[in-house]
């Protein structure tokens, strides 16, 4: 398989992408990552960009998330919000969990705001919704479709049984 090619090749499976727990509240359009490649400093940063980074573009897909590397002394992030102003981020010497527990509890949603719009997401009050759990057990109950063929016989010219006998 070529996607289990190369460095940590876990960090490209749909489990892990989906394990992230970064979702960045609405109002933040642009994330930008500064950190060198080199220096003990920009450790924590790299370590954060490597594990981290593929889950928060995974995550939020409406947020432009970029890296500009060895183009600053210390590592941070920045951020850019939709009213114009900006967050600045100071990432010096942290380590990676430092790192994102920080940017999870500064610029991500609260856990009960996530809850929330999951259960809106999946609404159970849809018409077209059938199956277990919903107001209709099968789609012979929606008006309009075909009755179930237990109860109402279908034509035999519907039914493969007999296709071959009509010709």
Known sequence: MPFMKGAAPIRRTIQYL?????????????????????????????????WHLPQIQYKNPDVQVMTLKNMTPTPFIR????????????????????IHDHVLQVLGKPKETLHMEAMAKEKKDNIANFGYMCEKHCMCEIFGQVPCPAVVPLPKSWRGKYKNEES
């Open 18 to 50: 989906e394990a992230g727990k970064i979702v960045f509240k609405d109002r933040i359009k642009i994330v930008s990552i500064h950190y060198n490649t080199l220096g003990e400093n920009h450790r924590g940063t790299r370590d954060f960009v490597f």
């Open 79 to 98: 951020c850019f919000m939709s009213d114009g102003k900006d967050l600045l981020i100071d990432v010096d010497n942290r380590d990676k969990d430092r």
